[in-house]
């Protein structure tokens, strides 16, 4: 057995694991996969880790546009300060791989992963069977590489949906959770957020989700996967119920926990993303923030029906006066979201915004230049960062992660992310009635 792959014999007991959830095709933003640069394997030691603060917001900036946060870390940045410090294992969870032909913003990062796998770190890869045909190229030039061992997660075949989680654990330490996938736009030329968390406990809950998933993959068998889901951990997890506390630079410390979609492919005792995002909803009082790319009662993908519990809770918030502002990706503009939008604009104490990010002025880049972001802020102290966009199917199907924050800091740096965009000349307020136009995307 490779090192990579012998990082920990696999324990039920120990379930580390979790399996995110799947959403359906449409994220189209989930881009065809380009090819990787040439990956360099030369040892190298790795960085020490700097005192920063436990938990970190992060955003990718598109260039040439009034987005970036002032004293926000970047998400390349992050990326490869957490790689580079790796000392014993680096574990992704990506959707899909795909670099600029030729090289682009995501060469560092890959390099810098073949450089601690020559280094003795072992690295696991674990990537969406569905997409795997749009960068075969890449995840084929990553499997070259010795210590780096990838494994496809069949979420199709398992639940109809995909493994559109995009997160990384180093060292059972430090995790990465955010919209960013590994692709070279997500890191130059879309609009993401994301949250960099660094706690042992915090760790180890995230890392049981992708040992589940890792092994999944490995023997994709569900109901054999459902029997060992219900067995416990040998450490205390991270919940809704048990979070923990830490440091973000502001001046009190702040609570987080993660949680998971879908509840068939991850450990019965984690928090389920879900429930995590109406229980914040609900108990939002004053103002609620949203960005997010799609945002959709009616289920496209599966089942066929109508999703209620989170349309439920946006309305029922703004009937009881709480003032609900939503941006939406200009991709969200197809039939039938539009119109679903359009009966969120109707109601009194809700308005709806659209995003459209200008052209790069080098010209069009498909799958690029959208609002990618899934994040909400509730009053002045409560954040859900996530992966999926909030529609059925990535909290039903899909594999997808997120972390929920109680602290004024985190809640008012993505606050004023938000008011960047909310106040800028991007948007376009939604009114019913009238006819928004789709914009290009490939």
């Not at 590994?182 to 879309?190: F, N, P, T, V």
């Not at 809704?240 to 702040?254: A, F, H, K, R, W």
């Amino acid at each position: 057995m490779k090192q990579s792959q012998a990082k920990k014999p696999f324990s039920w007991v120990r379930p580390e694991a979790r399996s995110v959830g799947s959403i359906a095709l449409k994220l189209i933003c989930t881009c065809i996969g380009a090819g990787l640069s040439s990956l360099s394997i030369v040892a190298a030691k790795p960085v020490p880790r700097s005192p920063e603060a436990d938990f970190q917001i992060v955003e990718s900036v598109p260039e040439a546009t009034f987005y970036g946060e002032p004293g926000v870390p970047r998400t390349q940045a992050v990326w490869l300060q957490m790689i580079r410090s790796a000392h014993k294992s680096i574990d992704v969870a990506a959707f899909y791989i795909a670099d600029k032909p030729g090289g682009g913003a995501l060469s560092p990062v890959l390099d810098a992963l073949a450089e601690r796998a020559a280094a003795g770190v072992a690295v696991r890869v674990l990537v969406d069977h569905t997409f795997l045909k749009n960068n075969q190229e890449g995840v084929d030039r990553l499997r070259q590489v010795p210590g780096i061992t990838i494994r496809v997660l069949p979420v199709d075949e398992l639940t109809g949906g995909v493994l559109h989680a995009k997160y990384m654990v180093v060292d059972d330490e430090t995790v990465f959770i955010g919209s960013q996938n590994w692709d070279w736009r997500a890191l130059e030329q879309i609009h993401e957020i994301g949250a960099r968390i660094r706690n042992e406990r915090f760790a180890k809950t995230v890392e049981a989700s992708f040992e589940f998933d890792w092994q999944l993959a490995g023997h994709p068998d569900l109901p054999k996967a459902a029997q060992a889901a219900q067995a416990s951990p040998d450490f205390t997890p991270v919940t809704e119920d048990n979070p923990v506390v830490l440091q973000d630079g502001g001046s009190s410390p702040i609570t987080a926990f993660p949680a998971f979609s879908p509840s068939s492919l991850m450990p019965a005792w984690v928090s389920s993303e879900e429930g995590a995002l109406i229980h914040m909803i609900g108990a939002s009082q004053h103002v609620l923030r949203v960005q997010v790319m799609t945002l959709s009662a009616i289920k496209q993908y599966g089942a066929k029906g109508w999703w209620s519990s989170l349309d439920t809770a946006i309305r029922d918030a703004a009937a009881r006066g709480v003032d609900v502002r939503i941006i939406v990706g200009d991709w969200s503009l197809t039939e039938p979201a539009q119109s679903y939008l359009k009966s969120l604009a109707s109601l009194p104490n809700i308005t709806v915004k659209f995003s459209r990010v200008p052209p790069s002025p080098s010209g069009f880049i498909p799958y690029a230049r959208v609002e990618h972001a899934k994040y909400a802020v509730a009053d002045d102290d409560q954040s859900f960062v996530g992966t999926g966009n909030w529609e059925w199917s990535y909290f039903h199907t899909t594999v997808d992660v997120s972390v929920r924050v109680n602290g004024k800091s985190a809640a008012g740096t993505l606050s004023s992310i938000f008011d960047r965009d909310w106040n800028g000349g991007y948007v376009t307020t939604i009114v019913p009635g009238q006819s928004y136009a789709s914009p290009r995307t490939h």
